[in-house]
Structures are given as C-alpha cells and as structure tokens.
C-alpha cells in the first residue's frame, strides 16, 4: 500500500513569502506529526493532529507557522513571510491507533528561503 | 524534558565487523523507542520499535535493547556492509501526544 506522501519535495523560496507544504498520511491512520529538520538543530516536534485536531502545537516555532487538517486525512503546514532560518527539511509522520503505535515517515520537503 | 543523546557522533569501521550504536535519554517514563535509518537526502526508514515493556528486538541483522530503567538502548548490527552506511537516530515517545524526541543522530560510514 501507499505510504505517506509529502509535496513538493523541494520548494525554494525568497525571504518574505508564504508556502504551504503539504502531507498525505497513510489511509486510516488517524494522527499525523510535523517534524522539522534543520542543520544544527536535529529533528524537533512541530505539531500533533488527531483526527483534525491539534492538541498539541507547542513545537511550533512562531505564529508565523499554522498547519491544518482536513477530513481526517491531508495536512498543510503554511508558514507566512519566511525567513531564512525557515529553511530545514519538513517531515510528516502518520500513526494508526493501536497496535505498535508505529510513526511512518514521508520523503520530507526540502524548504530553501533565499 | 526529555533529551536524547546519541553516541558515538561519527563512526567508520571496515566491512563485516560488528558494531553497537548507543542511546541515551533522560526521562525513563517513555511508551516506546525506535530506531531509524536516514540516507542522505531521504526520509526516515523504521528499523526497530521497541515497547517500553520489551528488553530486545530482532530484526535481520540489527539487534535493539532497551534498558529503560537506566534509560538507555543500543542498536547492535552484525557484520556490516556498506549498504549500512547512513545516519542513524534513535527517537523515543511518551507524553500525552506520543510526539517523538529524537536523538542527534549516528552518521555510520562502512568501509569496502
């Protein structure tokens, strides 16, 4: 079966300007995650959904970051007037209730804000 | 908070030794641990899950332990190749959301 997708692989971007990336998680899987990965820093937490609700947007870094989820399945993640420091690898994760509570990643989006 | 340490940073051994990739976190009360291979420019591949009520997984060549009372897990992988060659990052979950903390990772070279 299909894993989870992410769009586009790589977005480059000029400083100031707004991007959605978007996640497609695993069929059924009800929780999706939004990591970042950014030289220096490693990979850290951005938000949590269940179903689609956020119950935990405490990894995001400043107001200028949303993400969404609609019908228990596609997310985006916008981040408004990018910054340089935005750019970083953004991975998206799925997890199916139950069971080994394994997290399945996507490929990532390479952001590059120029 | 909980924080994840890898050990060692770096690591470049030759073909077909064995070698342990350590682990290290500081808030025991954690659901579970996994380890993940990362290939330059790709995603995150699951290697092993470990449940908190687990001591080891098996999977081929690749061993994980858990000692979650000391808070500590070794990947152990067994006659190296240099398909093995990557970064390796451990991530543990607990917390109410089950978000991952990862560690910094293991870039593990494997000589021809």
């Known amino acids: 079966g299909a894993g989870v997708s992410q769009s586009p692989s790589n977005k480059v971007t000029e400083k100031g300007k707004d991007v959605e990336l978007r996640c497609d998680p695993i069929s059924g899987h009800t929780a999706l995650y939004w990591y970042r990965q950014s030289l220096g820093q490693g990979l850290e937490f951005l938000i949590y959904?269940?179903?689609?609700?956020?119950?935990?947007k405490s990894g995001l870094p400043s107001d200028r970051f949303s993400a969404e989820r609609t019908g228990g399945s596609v997310s985006t993640l916008t981040i408004q007037r990018t910054q340089q420091e935005d750019s970083a690898v953004y991975l998206c994760?799925?997890?199916?209730?139950?069971?080994?509570?394994?997290?399945?990643f996507g490929p990532g989006t390479r952001l590059t804000v120029l | 908070k909980q924080e994840v340490t890898q050990i060692p940073a770096a690591l470049s051994v030759p073909e077909g030794e064995n070698l342990v990739l350590n682990c290290s976190f500081t808030d025991s009360a954690i659901y579970n641990l996994q380890w993940f291979r990362q290939d330059p420019g790709k995603g995150l591949t699951s290697l092993l899950l470990?449940?908190?009520?687990?001591r080891e997984q098996t999977s081929g060549r690749l061993n994980a332990s858990l000692d979650k009372s000391s808070g500590r897990s070794t990947l152990y992988i067994a006659a190296s190749q240099p398909g093995d060659s990557a970064t390796y990052l451990c991530a543990v979950r607990g917390g109410a959301t089950n978000k991952l903390i990862f560690g910094t990772g293991t870039l593990l070279a494997v000589q021809p």
């Open positions: 959904f269940q179903g689609n609700s956020a119950p935990d």
């Open positions: 994760a799925s997890i199916t209730s139950g069971g080994l509570n394994e997290q399945f």
């Open positions: 470990i449940q908190s009520s687990q």
